[in-house]
């Protein structure tokens, strides 16, 4: 992606599950701030809080760490970079991993077959993750300002009387 950011914000967390929920806000007030709308906002929540999860279930194995979410902020988007230096993994091997969903597997042994990654890639513009000394996962939202939800009728779906 191209351009210089109009502002970075860092945050870093413990690499344990009570500091997730720190890094969800931190991400939701500052795209409330730019301007996204409700559905974008809990997306980006649930994308950003997949990718910390990832690292404190993956990265570290039980021990510790930290986690860091630098949120670079442009004018038409929000990127979101998840870092930990713990343990990397082969993103290939995820992906051949996760197929279709079948009845029966508890949420843990979903979440090991690449789930995350799945829902990362599915609520966001476009996700890259590399490993390489750690895990960074590089998240990007755009904003669609303008743009009426599927859900809600615009004005000129109401009849004048």
């Known amino acids: 992606m191209s351009g210089k950011p109009l502002d970075l ?12 929920g720190i890094a969800r806000l ?3 007030g500052i795209a409330n701030r730019m301007g996204f709308s409700y559905d974008d906002i809990e997306d980006l929540k649930l994308a ?6 990832n690292a404190v279930d993956h990265a570290y194995c039980g021990g510790d760490g930290e986690i860091e ?4 902020i442009f004018s038409n988007r929000l990127e979101i970079e998840v870092v930990d230096r713990g343990n990397s993994f082969n993103i290939e091997e995820i992906e051949k991993r996760t197929g ?13 077959r690449g789930l ?17 000394n750690g895990v960074i996962v590089t998240m990007t ?10 859900h809600v ?6 009849t004048n009387r």
């Open 153 to 158: 009728e615009s004005s000129t779906s109401f």
């Open 69 to 72: 979410v630098s949120c670079n």
């Open 116 to 132: 995350g990654v799945f829902l990362m890639r599915s609520l966001m513009d476009h996700v890259d993750i590399k490993g390489d």
């Open 141 to 150: 939202k755009y904003i669609r300002k303008g743009v009426v939800e599927s």
């Open 100 to 112: 279709p969903i079948e009845v029966g597997p508890t949420m843990n042994a979903l979440r090991e």
């Open 26 to 28: 931190a991400v939701s």
């Open 48 to 53: 950003v809080s997949e990718a910390c999860t």
């Open 9 to 20: 914000v860092n945050l870093t967390i413990p690499a344990k599950p009570d500091y997730v």
